[in-house]
């Protein structure tokens, strides 16, 4: 294998990390995980990139743990993902970006859950998730138990695990997997398309909503009630309030990017 393991490019605002070990369908390893989550996080900071793009080079968008790679082994399973996976999934989670998971193929073990922690889901027509943990008598990890009973429910969740069954793009549309599919020869260009709307939206409210968001997946009403009044407040106080409302009286498309 050649070349850097995540290939990383910006275009409008939108920062596409893509996971580049093809032969493996993208299986990962800890060079990988860690490269990830790096480059995550400088995209967090560099004011280029507005939305992050996470997706596979080849016909896979990740196959899980790389099962022939032992470089995690010299750990215990737990040390393995506090050190590799559960940063990563953390990371897109508290990322102050919108983060779109970009399932251009198979996504299957901790590739699911990478494909399920996306703030946004889009996948191409031939991209398929199987929650594969089982397959090998495991137990799915990397935010599977949690993300994947909160978009389908308890029931269906543990058939998808216990089962090891294929979800395809139309299914996944249907059970909430994913928000958008698009057709595979123009994918990488529906997937620009998508990114660059969202980058033209109001980046700092964007970044409150997302918070606001995953604190309401674990919160009480009232919580959630006082969490957005202080958010509201914060957001109120920003230019990007100020120019939506004045966009609206002057009868034209607010612009939410500016230099800085
Ligand atoms: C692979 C892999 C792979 C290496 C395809 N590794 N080479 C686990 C352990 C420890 C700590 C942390 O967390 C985890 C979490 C996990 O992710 S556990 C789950 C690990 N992943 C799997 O068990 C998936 C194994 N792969 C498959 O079941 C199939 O490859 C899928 C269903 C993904 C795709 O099937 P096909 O489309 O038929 O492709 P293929 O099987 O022919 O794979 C293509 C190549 O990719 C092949 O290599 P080769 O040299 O024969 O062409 C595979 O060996 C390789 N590959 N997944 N995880």
Redesign the pocket.
């Known amino acids: 294998m050649t070349g850097p393991v995540i290939l990383e490019a910006t275009r409008a605002g939108v920062r596409t990390l893509t996971l580049n070990r093809p032969?493996?369908?993208n299986?990962?390893n800890d060079a990988l995980l860690l490269a990830l989550t790096d480059a995550l996080r400088r995209a967090d900071t560099d004011a280029q990139a507005r939305v992050v793009v996470i997706t596979g080079a080849g016909?896979?968008f990740c196959?899980?743990?790389?099962?022939?790679?032992v470089s995690?082994r010299d750990m215990t399973?737990t040390e393995?993902?506090n050190h590799?996976?559960n940063p990563l999934i953390r990371t897109i989670r508290t990322l102050s970006k919108p983060v779109i998971s970009a399932v251009n193929?198979?996504?299957?073990?901790?590739?699911?859950?990478l494909a399920l922690a996306g703030d946004l889901r889009v996948w191409a027509q031939s991209a398929?998730l199987?929650e594969?943990?089982s397959?090998?008598a495991?137990v799915?990890?990397?935010g599977s138990t949690w993300f994947l009973p909160r978009l389908v429910g308890y029931h269906r969740a543990f058939e998808l695990m216990a089962l090891a069954e294929?979800v395809r793009a139309d299914d996944a549309l249907r059970l909430g997997l994913c928000e958008q599919v698009f057709p595979d020869d123009t994918f990488q260009e529906a997937v620009q398309a998508y990114a660059e709307r969202l980058a033209a939206r109001p980046a700092h409210a964007l970044n409150l909503t997302k918070q606001a968001l995953v604190a309401g997946m674990t919160s009480t009403l009232d919580e959630a009630l006082d969490q957005e009044a202080a958010l509201q407040q914060l957001a109120g106080d920003h230019w990007e309030h100020e120019e939506g409302v004045t966009a609206f009286k002057e009868k034209r498309t607010p612009q939410f990017i500016r230099e800085t």
């Open positions: 032969d493996k369908l299986a990962a016909r896979g196959a899980g743990q790389d099962l022939g790679d995690g399973f393995h993902l590799t996976y193929g198979v996504a299957a073990g901790a590739g699911a859950s398929s199987i594969v943990f397959n090998i495991l799915p990890d990397s294929r």
